[in-house]
């Protein structure tokens, strides 16, 4: 196997340290800053939301990551820092000033993220205190009190790590997420930092992250909604000591495949982990003519209200599947679209096809529904990842704030 | 006042007959087929889902309607015929054969609409047994009757009418629809019929149309999910013995005015009674710098499963709105926005603002919400339309084939 998955998240890759701390921002203790440190000057990339409305630390983490070079991320939950104004870009500053201060770095080394309500004032003595505290306990086995720091009504943590070998040296690509929705309730995001200790040039790094998100981060929904706060960040601190990948080649295709398997890995559980998701949905589109046609289709039938709402009751509908693929802007003949149930064939060039309603439902309890569509057209696929539309969904998000 | 609100749906303008039987397509003998006549021949135009995937009935319409005129609508519910293949397309055909013999009339005269479940064969005996039947009772009077039998899932039937002065003569315009999700549940289907005795070329009538299409229908969102099924016509038959309409000018403005009336009003019915809403919400962008990013932003608000949530909820949360307009692709400063529910103003320029909860809670509790965006940068202004996301939609949802 050319990837080999192992425990340690974001400090599995060497030089990295990461710390957890609880500093009040969230009630009752939980953690909710946390700090990922490089013990030398890595490589950095990102990618940010979309939406025009952009919080205070995605502005000024863009900034400095332009430089592509970073070497410490503080990230707090429980308050985006959105919606803000002046104040909060000035919060989010000392954030970065602080960090820069308590480890002896470069302001510019320092990048930031939160995540949480929109609109109030960040409670700065608390944030101010939580970065001592998290710079105080900083350590090789931090990655999972930070990957649990940065959660907001996520069920669960996310983090994985893979180890690979890159001529002759072994390299080590490690992440954690949050998400649970694409935006949050007012509480923003979907966040994710990813660490290696892969010799890589920023270009390349960020070149890697842009490919690895479109195939990840980008194919899945929750709700549709894109968040104030979205960022993906990765650094790479050179300290595998392979010799610098700086263009194409196999080690540059080894590294990105890494870094792709651990963003599809951690997107598959923000998908999983859905507000109120009871399953996760696969969405699988084969035999397109290009990858942007299987892509949108796909994208498209995971983000259907309908489509999620009758997995959630387990009716095998695929007219609701043919329809979503349609106004999605790929380009298909909807008359040559079979559509498969994990295992069951329930649609042939684009029409109804008997088949075993019971096998059908079953297909669809299970806790990974596949949804399969062939278009019969070409060799593009691509795949999107998704949750069911369930009861709890609308009482998380209709009760969330007050 | 320019227009006068008045009863009669789709026969109110002259020259209009109009039955809704019941065929037995649908169970316990509910009205299943409408048909629309007009006495003497008529202009007419229509616009049709965007979906690739086209239900037979679509296809066929727009190839008729493309020479401008028509006579005749033969409409059913419970059968969408789409995903049908080259059956469903001779179903249709026959539809349209049958209801041009029963008539005497031409073929090319003969429009077709349908809208039920997907994939399944049509009922043809019931159908033309239906087509005979109706054509039986068309009436001056079967404007009630249509407008019934069109439904699926909607609670109640949408019609109104309009009249006013043009040029010293009384011309009508009316018009139903059905609705209820943008795509029913494997149901489909956005579906309207308009009728005037106006004298208007059928070049006017297309651009009057696609202009009210833009204002209204385009303008809801109940699910986000676009049929295969959705159309809008449009049959003038001069009746009313105006100097034709074929330019821009006074009559040209007073007519398209009546006949956007006409769509606004259907359009806010169809969003008022979409699946499983407590509510109409509107949302209207005021001073954006043009009318697409009014529009853009208006509809991405609205059509929001956190803004309809919240708006379930009764959850005041602008950041929900704010964030919405954000990823719509309108182009606003964030920082300028001012954001009011009903009277309350909730954020100012895009920032929190100290307000009446309770206040706020009380505008979220009424029939019609109203938010507000202000975007404080030109003077362009949209509305869009559409309803809470409830619990009750859910299960209609996860339960509606099976």
Known sequence: MEYEVIPGGVTAAQGFLAAGVAAGIKYRSKRDMALLYSEVPAA???????NRVKAAPVLLTMEHVAGGRARAVIVNSGNANACTGEQGMQDARKMIEETARVLGIEEKEVLVA?????????????????I????????????????????????????????????????????????????????????????????????????????????????????????????????????????????????????ADAVAQVCVYLAREIARDGEGAG?????????????????????????????????????????????????SGAVFDPGRVDIFLGGVQVARDGGALPFDEEAARRELETDTVRIVLDFKDGTAAATAWGCDLTHEYVNINANYRT
């Open 279 to 327: 399953r996760l949905v696969e969405v699988r589109v084969i035999n397109a003519s290009t990858e942007k046609d299987a892509r949108l289709a796909a994208r498209s039938v995971v983000a259907s209200n309908l489509v999620k709402a009758a997995v959630y009751g387990q009716d095998a509908n695929w007219g609701r599947i043919l329809c979503a693929a349609g106004y």
């Open 114 to 130: 939160s995540t949480g309500v929109i609109g109030v004032p960040m409670p700065m003595e608390r944030i101010m205190s939580g």
């Open 132 to 255: 001592a505290a998290a710079a105080g306990e900083l350590s090789r086995q931090g990655a999972d009190a930070a990957a649990e720091a940065i959660l907001t009504t996520d069920t669960c943590p996310k983090q994985t790590a893979v180890r690979l070998n890159l001529g002759g040296r072994t390299v080590t690509v490690g992440g954690m997420a949050k998400g649970s929705g694409m935006i949050h309730p007012n509480m923003a995001t979907m966040l994710c930092f990813i660490t290696t200790d892969a010799a890589v040039s920023p270009d390349c790094l960020r070149e890697m992250l842009l490919r690895a998100t479109e195939r990840s981060f980008n194919m899945i929904s929750v709700d549709r909604d894109t968040s104030t706060n979205d960022m993906a960040l990765i650094l790479a601190n050179g300290r595998a000591g392979n010799p610098e990948i700086n263009a194409p080649g196999e080690g540059y295709r080894l590294l």
């Open 44 to 50: 950095a990339a990102g990618v940010f939301t979309t």
